[in-house]
């Protein structure tokens, strides 16, 4: 059974610290959130090695270089340094980002007995058929999506809040989907470090397998809350 | 015939200090030469100058495997498919790397064409028992443009572990001085008009079957023990044709 190693609290939580000179302050602090499974539990779509690296070293990293690039953007702001205030901005969108990216990840995917694969059901699913076809068509965009981009980035199915419609998009690198105006339903993480060691640089047979541990519920969830709230 | 009107011919207008440049034609002689038969050549896999293994353990043989024999390999069969039998054929690589370029609106083949250019650069500039510090003709530059080997090392380290995703980092030849360069995805200096001499590869297949996400452990093991300081010197001394690196020494007369 692999062990599941975190940091502490959930993700969001504040912390209260006490800097030199004794000035109670609440900091904004990070944290790398649970895995709601086993590192193990989603095999064999996706190895428990590569879980516990994604998790323990990459997700960590973004949290840890996420907080250090906030405190020195405080100080920054502190000093009223113009220059500095702008230049961290690119670090705090790709930790950030990050951070942001990887903890929806980790709630898109689900092992198998605890519903991993089975399709969506309800409003989600009408929606689906509706703007795509049929369920195989929206799999079928977001694996072409994720295969042909370059380089580092997500594949997102995402939710125009204003039109209620459904968008197959991609970010590249860290950037959140936010950034393209959308809310996230799903998210699939294309950067080499999510299959390397399992698929090599076969990206497209991680794209379609990845749907056997798809939690739809998630995505359902998050879908009524928008359109019906 | 399509092809004479079509817009790369008009693009072969002589290009400044470029070193990579085609011989200029009179459009004339461009057109004539284009309905002309052309044999012409696909691109090939180039192999490393050793064996897939020569470079344990630092770059494991298995990394060269993937590395080289899938990833390398399906930027060179990709790229075939995309200019067998069209305008983009008969180009040299580093020709159809501009012309794909397009002045910043990239054709689709430009990223095939640029990773093969960048994959060839990357096995031609390591060795077996390499690394460690600089050797040859490009020392004196190293010092005088970076202060010393180590300041360029802590440098090139620097931009390998801020390239935010996948991408490349290079040392070049810039305005006659030596630099440290970071590009991301496929594209490489050459496309900015600089001379690369040496480059590692920072996308995650590079490293991650030795290193996995430890990006710095494998930039240090490449500086320390796998560049060919020969091959970069060779580079540099082809620079040298194109580019002044110090001010011309006038013989008294």
Known sequence: MAMVAFVGKKVG??????????????????????????????????????MSLHHQ??????????????????????KRNAEAIVSLQSAI??????????SIFWKNLTPV????????????AKAIDTQFGSLNAVIEKMNAGGAALQGSGWVWLGLNKDLKSLMVETTQNQDPLLTKGLLPLLGIDVWEHAYYLQYKNVRPDYLKNIWKVMNWKYAEEIFEKEVNP | ???????????????????????????????????????????????????????????????????????????????????????LEGFTLEELIKVTYNNGNPMPAFNNAAQVWNHD?????????????????????IERDFGSYN???????????????????????????????KSTNALNPLIWGHIPLLTIDVWEHGYYIDYQNRRADYVSAFMDNLVSWDAVNARFGRAQAFANLREPIIPEL
């Open chain 2, 1 to 87: 015939m399509a092809l004479l009107q079509h817009s790369l011919l008009l693009q072969h207008r002589p290009l400044h200090t470029n070193i990579f440049r085609t011989k200029t034609k009179t459009r004339g002689a461009m057109l004539r030469s284009r309905m002309a038969p052309l044999t012409v050549a696909l691109f090939g896999l180039k192999e490393p100058p050793y064996k897939l293994d020569a470079l344990e353990p630092f770059m494991s043989r298995r990394t060269l495997e993937f590395h080289w024999g899938k990833h390398h390999r399906g930027y060179v069969d990709n790229l075939n498919k995309q200019i067998e039998g069209n305008e």
């Open chain 1, 13 to 50: 939580g504040i912390g209260v610290a006490f800097r030199r000179g004794c000035q109670c302050r609440k900091i904004q602090s990070f944290s790398l959130p649970e895995l709601p499974y086993e590192y193990s539990a989603l095999e064999p779509v996706i190895s428990g090695e590569i």
């Open chain 1, 57 to 78: 070293k990459h997700h960590q990293a973004y949290v840890t270089n996420y907080n250090k690039a906030l405190e020195q953007l405080e100080e920054a702001s502190a």
């Open chain 1, 93 to 102: 969108k790709f930790n950030g980002g990050g951070h942001i990216n990887h």
């Open chain 2, 121 to 141: 650069l990357f096995w031609e500039c390591m060795e077996p028992e390499g690394g460690g510090d600089c050797t040859g003709m490009i020392q004196e530059f």
């Open chain 2, 151 to 181: 300041n360029f090392v802590e440098e090139f380290k620097q931009a390998a572990t801020t390239q935010f995703g996948s991408g490349w980092v290079w040392l070049v030849v810039k305005d006659s001085k030596l630099a440290v360069e």
């Open chain 1, 113 to 124: 007995k605890e519903g991993g694969g089975e399709p969506p059901k309800g409003a989600l």
